[in-house]
């Protein structure tokens, strides 16, 4: 009983990593600027250089409801 319980966890943890992961792999640019267009927002560089658009730019909004929180705390 205990081992069919353990093994039930393992298997709904592993599930919750796997939804939480980026299979896409990284954004370019142009993705990135879609996105932001979408949202009606625009990107402002973040000052990393990491090769994925989603860490060095963040889409802040032109009405003040965008990611200005995370542009904030990533400076």
Sequence with gaps: MRRSI???LLAGG???LG???TPTGPLTLAE??????????SMVPT?????DA???YVCISR???GDE??????R
């Design 14 to 16: 592993l599930l919750a």
């Design 63 to 65: 009405y003040g409801a």
């Design 19 to 21: 939804a939480c992961s």
């Design 32 to 41: 990135r600027t879609e996105q932001c267009r979408g949202r009606d927002a």
């Design 54 to 56: 989603r860490q060095d």
């Design 6 to 8: 353990a093994s039930i």
């Design 69 to 74: 929180a995370t542009y904030i705390g990533r």
């Design 47 to 51: 000052g990393r250089s990491t090769g």
